[in-house]
Every structure is written in C-alpha cells, then in structure tokens.
T-cell receptor, first 112, second 120 residues
C-alpha cells in the first residue's frame, strides 16, 4: 500500500510569488492535515481537512490556504511568499479522525 | 492550549544499550492521545508508538515502550537494545480528542524534539 505522497519534494521560489503543494493520502484515508516545520518554531499545525471541509486551522495568516478534493487529495497554497515561509511542509493522513496520522516525506520550500 | 515539552535537546547511547527520552505535557483535557514519532535524516515522520490516555497499561511496540504517568502528565519513551537505525530526531506529540461533531477536529501538538544518536 502506497504511503502519503507529497509533490514536489523541493521547491525554490522568490519573495512575492505564490506556491501550491500537493498531498495524496494513503488510499482510504479521508483526513488530511498539514504542518510546517522550521528549526526555530518546530512543528506547527496549519490546517486539517475531512470530507473536503476544512475542520481546523492553525494560527497562520490568510496567505496560507488549502483545499481537499473528493478523492481526498489535498493542496495547500501560500501566496505572497516571505522569507520566513522557508520550511519543510509535511502532510499527514489518517483513516478516520481518531486514528494515528501517517506522514509523507514533505516538501522543502526555500524562499530566495 | 496544550503544550508539550521535551527537556533533552540531544542524547546519545551506545548500540545495544537502553535509553529513555522524556516528555511532559500540559492539558486540562481528560481524553487524548499521546504519540512518539521519529524523524530520521531522510525526514519522513514515522509513528513509533501511541498511548490512549484512558488506558492505564503502558503501550509497547517491540523494542519501544512508554512510561505513561497521567497524573504527572509525563510520557517517556524507552528504547531497548538500541540500533544504529534508531538514530533520529524523536518528537513527542499530543492529540486532543474533541467531542465528535460528526467530523473531525484533530491536530497534533509537538514538542521541540530530542536528537538521539546511537553510537557503534
């Protein structure tokens, strides 16, 4: 069974641009969550989707948004990129909300 | 808000020995899960072990076991017979179990992590 797949693995952007990251959950998993990992702040929750609905959102500015499709695949978008957005973005999926989350390899986003 | 504290930024252990990683958390909730995840240099976050707060019995997974002290809000991870492949960053995480409203409201709150190095 394939794990959580995140694309792309690496991304380099410049300030002011926007970016879209993709996450394909494990087959059958309907809940998808996103996290930002930085050396300074550690792992921080971004948002969580279940059945195409955003159920929960972390303390991030409105430049961070996301969505989930009917096949449970999810995308997150960051607009007007800032240097501080450089991070590893991790996606996690779970079979149902009260089950453990399984993570992908992440997308390393670098802002120049 | 929940907080998770890992007081040991780095630890090292000799191969085949036992090591214990510490984690404390703060919450007013009664129903929750606790997890240990490992993140090797390959960067994928891997679930090591899970503990449900309502269970008094400590969880075990092969060489990994936890010491869950609910009243003390402590959740330590013991790794027995350490192997070189155990070298990784270890994160303790808390997941609040909110009332089921027909959907989900789950998120993981992570500690800052402990970098464990297993030496040959």
């Amino acid at each position: 069974k394939a794990g959580v797949t995140q694309t792309p693995r690496y991304l380099i952007k410049t300030r002011g641009q926007q970016v879209t990251l993709s996450c394909s959950p494990i087959s059958g998993h309907r809940s998808v969550s996103w996290y930002q990992q930085t050396p300074g702040q550690g792992l921080q929750f971004l948002f969580e989707y279940f059945s195409e609905t955003q159920r929960n959102k972390g303390n991030f500015p409105g430049r961070f948004s996301g969505r989930q499709f009917s096949n449970s695949r999810s995308e997150m978008n960051v607009s007007t990129l800032e240097l501080g957005d450089s991070a590893l973005y991790l996606c996690a999926s779970s079979l149902s909300p009260n089950q453990p989350q399984h993570f992908g390899d992440g997308t390393r986003l670098s802002i120049l | 808000a929940q907080t998770v504290t890992q007081s040991q930024p780095e630890m090292s252990v000799q191969e085949a020995e036992t090591v214990t990683l510490s984690c404390t958390y703060d919450t007013s909730e009664n129903n929750y899960y606790l997890f240990w995840y490992k993140q090797p240099p390959s960067r994928q976050m891997i679930l090591v072990i899970r503990q449900e707060a309502y269970k008094q019995q400590n969880a075990t997974e092969n060489r990994f076991s936890v010491n869950f002290q609910k009243a003390a809000k402590s959740f330590s991870l013991k790794i027995s017979d350490s192997q070189l492949g155990d070298t990784a960053m270890y994160f303790c995480a808390f997941m609040k179990l909110w009332p089921d409203s027909g959907g989900s409201n789950y998120k993981l709150t992570f500690g800052k992590g402990t970098l464990l190095t297993v030496n040959p």
